[in-house]
């Protein structure tokens, strides 16, 4: 893996482009046979299975249900291959994923039960406690279900971004200095000055905010590079990458 320092690879184009977003994950992740699969589906699940269950909780179901609805709207999914009644055109993954929700909702209410666990539900591996707290720190206001499940997207997005950071600076040896450096990353609250960080890591104050400005200018280059996964074309990246801050600024 590249140093905090070094440029990304540039994102492939054309053809490539499309095989190496989300989509390609969900193409994979529906032979649930094979571990390459199943790895697959852990990765989509990693990325979108707390935005999904926040949207089905603020619709009104007990977390009870919304879990058996998040863990059969999956197997749904994949059973079904719905990515494969997508085309390129319809651009943002995250989109066409809550429309087939709102489809598998309506006709789930329709029958008025949810599939439950332990029959033929492909099994995901959620933690219960952990994402009924989570949403239990959403914001109580007048948040749509369409709007916490773009806002667990966007904060979503950010942490994959703050966990690749850390990575990089853990393999190069640094982190100590990312735990240190980070508090300055966009949207953080900083407990120290510059000044204070810098007698901390025993560097000089320049030192310091060159260290922090290579940080923010390798977390922008994550975040595009993170973004690309989830659209089809490299011309939509820019437009996400609005949305995704005025979805954070929006909270």
Known sequence: MPSPEAKPTPPPTGGDWFRTTHWSVVL????????AGQQALEK????????LYAFVRRRGSSAEDAQDLTQAFFAWFLERKSVKLASRERGKFRSFLLTSLKHFLVNEWQRGRARKRGGDVIQIPLDQLTVET???HEPSHDLT??????RSWAMAV???VRGRLQEEYTIAGKGDRFAQ???FLPGQAAELTYAEAARKLGVAEGTLKSDVHRLKQRYRELLRAEIAHTVSSPDEIN???RHLIEVIGGS
Not at 28 to 35: K, Q
Not at 145 to 150: A, F, S, T
């Open 145 to 150: 279900p369409d709007r916490i499940y773009e």
């Open 134 to 136: 989570r949403y239990r």
């Open 28 to 35: 994979n992740a529906a032979d649930t046979s094979g571990l």
């Open 44 to 51: 989509l699940c990693a990325m979108y299975w707390y935005s």
């Open 158 to 160: 950010l942490e994959q």
């Open 239 to 241: 437009g996400e990458l």
């Open 181 to 183: 450096l980070e508090q």
